[in-house]
């Protein structure tokens, strides 16, 4: 492909994705960053969220939670905790995980267990989102 950059995302589990790419959106912890084609070299950590990416004028989403991203010679290395494409998501569990997150989160008495529950609770709500967005087809 012209003008695209190779996009991979590994876990520590299983390589995600290996794609050529015309674009690579993704949530660092200072904000979300995207890439185009040539980019300026550049590391960042991730936070939680759903990191998009376009091939061919459409858009894919994956779920992306903790970890790195290398931008680097035309290439976008995502090193992530977890990932899951869109299609992959369970989303009868992440309602679920959000539900105990949410009962956890309104008994939660130490501020330790306040905050990993509230990460808990984004991790589900995002991970629902982004099996949404792949469902339309890109219009998150």
Partial sequence: MANTLKLEIVTPDRKVLSEEVEYVGAPGIMGEFGVLPNHVPFLSALGIGNLHYKQDGKAYYVFVAGGFAEVSHNQVTILAEVAEKATEIDVERAQ??????????????EKMDAARNQAALKRAITRISAKSCGKNAGTC
């Fill in 96 to 109: 679920k995980a959000k539900a105990r997150a949410e009962e956890r989160s309104a008994k939660a008495k």
